[in-house]
């Protein structure tokens, strides 16, 4: 069980605009595979670990997000929500949410990943002072390249070192509020200060290599339904 003050934001605002057309009509978020929405299995998995505080940010068909979460209560948790009038990519959706998100470390998770990703094991620890601790996993088909190196539990940039091969963060991150201090307001994505973070040694990692989907087209959506719907 993780601790009772330990809140978790949900990111749920962006277009899902290689998920067309489904999202046209549908935010991406409540996309539905193995019999529920991508959001439903994160807010449930999170609920059996002791987790209670939820934000949750919104933008795209946002309005469907806030009414099928509600305030939490048909979970018995709290869900606080984030509202976005565009999306203000992932650090700017954080910075926002920032005063809803306390002063201790906070989960972030990308609402358009399915993952069996063992989350306690994540909360029990603390990221570095003012720094952040990611998940990375073995490189998907979508991103054979990878975005960083993991060194001695420290995420590292990739090099042209042949031998050393790169992970892809897999939207799933524990960050201190500090990480974001000096941020002003507005659209902002997260890649330039994962590199600030590198370059000061504050991004501590791991490697994840169980199972994982970064669920960005309709052809992945309907494979990760048929899987779990077949494992069921």
């Known amino acids: 069980?993780?601790?009772?003050?330990?809140?978790?934001?949900?990111?749920?605002?962006?277009?899902?605009?290689?998920?067309?057309?489904?999202?046209?009509?549908?935010?991406?978020p409540l996309l539905q595979v193995g019999g529920k929405p991508l959001l439903q299995w994160h807010i449930e998995t999170l609920i059996t670990l002791g987790v209670?505080?939820?934000?949750?940010?919104?933008?795209w068909l946002g309005e469907q997000i806030r009414t099928w979460c509600g305030n939490g209560a048909t979970w018995g948790v709290s869900i606080q929500h984030s509202v976005e009038e565009e999306p203000?990519?992932?650090?700017?959706?954080?910075?926002q949410a920032l005063p809803l998100l306390g002063g201790d470390p906070f989960l972030v998770v990308n609402a358009d990943i399915w993952?069996?990703?063992?989350?306690?094991?994540?909360?029990?620890?603390?990221?570095?002072?003012?720094?952040?601790?990611?998940v990375l996993v073995d490189n998907p088909a979508h991103n054979s390249q990878g975005d960083f190196l993991l060194r001695e539990g420290?995420?590292?940039?990739?090099?042209?070192?042949?031998?050393?091969?790169?992970?892809t963060y897999s939207g799933i991150g524990?960050?201190?509020?500090?990480?974001?201090?000096?941020?002003?307001?507005g659209k902002r994505p997260l890649l330039p200060l994962l590199e600030r973070a590198i370059r000061e040694?504050?991004?501590?990692?791991?490697?994840?290599?169980?199972?994982?989907?970064?669920?960005?087209?309709?052809?992945?959506?309907?494979?990760?339904?048929?899987?779990?719907?077949?494992s069921a």
């Open 174 to 185: 524990l960050y201190d509020p500090g990480f974001f201090a000096g941020c002003t307001p």
């Open 52 to 59: 209670r505080d939820f934000v949750i940010n919104s933008s």
């Open 201 to 230: 040694q504050r991004l501590a990692g791991e490697h994840y290599r169980g199972a994982w989907t970064d669920v960005g087209t309709p052809e992945r959506l309907a494979a990760l339904d048929e899987q779990l719907q077949g």
């Open 115 to 134: 993952t069996a990703y063992p989350f306690a094991s994540l909360l029990s620890q603390m990221p570095p002072v003012d720094g952040a601790h990611l």
């Open 88 to 95: 203000l990519e992932t650090a700017g959706g954080i910075i």
């Open 1 to 28: 069980m993780v601790s009772s003050s330990t809140k978790v934001m949900l990111l749920a605002a962006g277009k899902g605009e290689r998920m067309r057309p489904l999202t046209l009509t549908t935010p991406k």
């Open 154 to 167: 420290m995420v590292t940039e990739k090099t042209s070192v042949e031998h050393e091969m790169a992970l």
